[in-house]
């Protein structure tokens, strides 16, 4: 008999092992993650969800190699990211994580288009090819209209949806997000989240969003629950597929599932 073909055992894409960070207060420490272990694997949307001061900004910061950890891993694709010096580690982040934060960070003197292309104008590209890159996106998400204006003269919601393509110019794979709809309407905070859910079911982007609202659980196909600097469930389910009817206005371009390009 022919021998059984044995599956290959699917591998993470992040895997976080026996993580720490304490940080000095005063004379004192205070601990804020308290030994995480998890893994995150190609084409999830993960939401790590828990009350503020838990520590989840920390350790989505901690992930993407901004906060070094008092102890333990972060691999990404198997690649030991604290082992990597301060400036190959930002380099490897700028080419791997899109990253939305709550606070957009404009650069007041440059317009949409300019601060869309930013990113990819310090990575070392011309700033016309940059520029022209920008444009395209914003085109596709169909904000093409803003791209002359001033990030100030956007809505909230507008500067997030900007924000997420700012966060794709590079083509990273994984987009990070940092309670992306704190500061939204709640028709701009669905219209937001849709945008994600869409590139993550046909743009196949793995997507790590962190929020203190569970309402935001029924995007996710994994949910990390934290609490006090520890996890205290990982739960993997299908994720609830947003109705059109829900939405308001084209929000995601049809050549969503081309993005980045």
């Known amino acids: 008999m022919p021998a059984k073909k044995t599956a290959k055992k699917r591998k993470p894409v992040i895997k976080v092992k026996n993580l720490y960070k304490s940080f000095k207060v005063?004379?004192?420490?205070?601990?804020?993650?308290?030994?995480l272990d998890f893994e995150i694997y190609s084409g999830e949307f993960v939401v790590i969800?828990?009350?503020?001061?838990?520590?989840?900004?920390?350790?989505?910061?901690?992930?993407v190699g901004l906060e070094v950890p008092t102890s333990g891993k972060v691999y990404i694709r198997n690649t030991d990211i604290y082992a990597l010096e301060s400036d190959k580690r930002a380099e490897f982040r700028q080419k791997k994580f899109g990253i939305v934060q709550q606070q957009s960070n404009w650069i007041k003197s440059l317009n949409v288009a300019e601060n869309v292309a930013?990113?990819?104008?310090?990575?070392?590209?011309?700033?016309?090819?940059?520029?022209n890159r920008a444009r395209k996106l914003l085109h596709l998400f169909r904000l093409e209209e803003f791209e002359k204006?001033?990030?100030?003269?956007?809505?909230?919601g507008q500067q997030q949806r900007v924000s997420v393509v700012?966060?794709?110019?590079?083509?990273?794979?994984?987009?990070?997000?940092?309670?992306?709809?704190?500061?939204?309407?709640?028709?701009?905070?669905?219209?937001?989240?849709?945008v994600l859910q869409y590139l993550n079911s046909e743009s196949k982007r793995t997507v790590i969003m962190v929020t203190h609202n569970p309402a935001y659980e029924?995007?996710?196909?994994?949910?990390?629950?934290?609490?006090?600097?520890?996890?205290?469930?990982?739960?993997t389910?299908?994720?609830?597929?947003v109705r059109e009817d829900e939405m308001v206005g084209d929000v995601v371009p049809e050549e969503a599932s081309e993005v980045p390009v």
Not at 49 to 63: A, D, H, Y
Not at 118 to 131: C, D, E, N
């Open 118 to 131: 930013l990113p990819l104008s310090i990575a070392g590209h011309s700033f016309r090819k940059s520029v």
């Open 26 to 35: 005063g004379k004192g420490t205070v601990e804020v993650l308290k030994g």
């Open 218 to 235: 029924s995007y996710a196909t994994k949910v990390i629950k934290m609490e006090d600097g520890r996890i205290t469930s990982i739960k």
């Open 49 to 63: 969800f828990g009350p503020s001061g838990c520590g989840k900004s920390t350790l989505l910061n901690t992930i």
């Open 237 to 241: 389910k299908k994720a609830v597929n």
């Open 149 to 156: 204006n001033a990030p100030a003269e956007l809505s909230g």
């Open 166 to 194: 700012r966060a794709l110019v590079s083509n990273p794979w994984i987009l990070v997000t940092d309670e992306p709809t704190g500061n939204l309407d709640t028709v701009s905070a669905n219209d937001l989240m849709y």
